[in-house]
């Protein structure tokens, strides 16, 4: 496996498996192992974060090891990830010297860094974790960055497996409004995933917005690599038809990238098509429902399904520190 854990497209199946398998061991309490005793681990967060911070921190607890968390432009100083700049603006330190003072106390670096939603041809080259590989002797995990949230689609795997058991299943990506454009990442890891386990994945948004071409292009080699399948549709409710699994995210148009207030008000037509409600849910094979947190209750999913008997959003939250140790076992012991 890769010595670095940036996305699941660096992993084969076989590593996936592996990684579930382990979690699971994890999980049953099977693997007590300490593999991170006697050393540092160091948390990045450019941005906020619940589930990642706190599963990451009692994870490598749990594993023996320690945890430093650093927030750039909070406790620890502003940072610059380009290279060749003129340093006179707001940022006092560059990742080149970060990463590498960081590294000689820590054995591997977390980073979560979102999309800012400002250039969408830079953005999806995920910048700022690519300038933390470069600089870095250290594994690198990525916490969430611009174009992916690999830990998350891990725990999002063990849950679908945990809740309907091994095999191909009927998996259904579908687009929700929101208020605002989010980032790309959730969705691209977890369709990305889904694809490589062999599900039968369908991406469900209304026009305009497809997720990256390329990555699309991808994921559908992967999955009939994997003997599953993928499609893209604009009919949410031709896509719950007989779905196992309906997983909610929102995300930005490409198109309007950088241009929030246009976005804004092109999204408006979808508030109230593109929620996840009882009604949608009545049309699924009995599917169980998924949402990475945090959600905004009754603007992506009713209370009635979040709280119903078929949401597993807190299951999935747990997992999240399962596929985690499982993860750092892997790269680091
Ligand atoms: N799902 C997830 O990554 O949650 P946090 O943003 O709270 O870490």
Known sequence: MSRNFISTIDLTRSDLEQLLESAVRFKKGE??????????????????????????????????????????????????????????????????????????????????????????????????????????????????????????????????????????????????????????????????????????????????????????????????EAGGTVSVVNDIDAAFQDADVIYAKSWGAKRSYGNTEQEIISRARYRKRWIVDEEKMERTNNAIFMHCLPVRRNVIVTDAVIDSPRSVVIDEAENRLHVQKAILKNLMA
């Open 31 to 224: 693997d007590t192992s300490r593999p991170l005793a006697g050393q540092s681990v160091a948390l990045v967060f450019f941005n906020p974060s619940l589930r990642t911070r706190a599963s990451m921190q009692v994870g490598i607890f749990q594993l023996g090891g320690e945890a430093v968390v650093l927030e750039p432009g909070g406790t620890s100083w502003t940072l610059e990830h380009r290279d060749g700049v003129v340093m006179d603006g707001d940022k006092t330190e560059h990742v080149a010297e970060f990463v590498r003072v960081l590294e000689r106390y820590c054995s591997a670096i977390g980073v979560r860094t979102f999309a800012a939603l400002k250039n969408w041809e830079e953005e999806r080259t995920d910048p700022v974790i690519n300038s933390f590989l470069k600089h870095a002797s250290v594994p690198i995990i990525n916490l969430e960055s611009a174009m992916h949230h690999p830990c998350q689609a891990m725990a999002d795997m063990l849950t679908i497996r945990e809740k309907l058991g091994p095999g191909r299943k009927r998996v259904v990506l579908t687009w929700a409004w929101h208020p605002k454009p989010l980032p790309m990442a959730v969705p691209n890891s977890f369709a990305l995933a889904a694809a490589q386990i062999g599900h039968d994945l369908t991406i469900a948004h209304p026009e305009d917005y497809d997720l990256d071409e390329a990555l699309i292009a991808t994921l559908s080699n992967r999955a009939s």
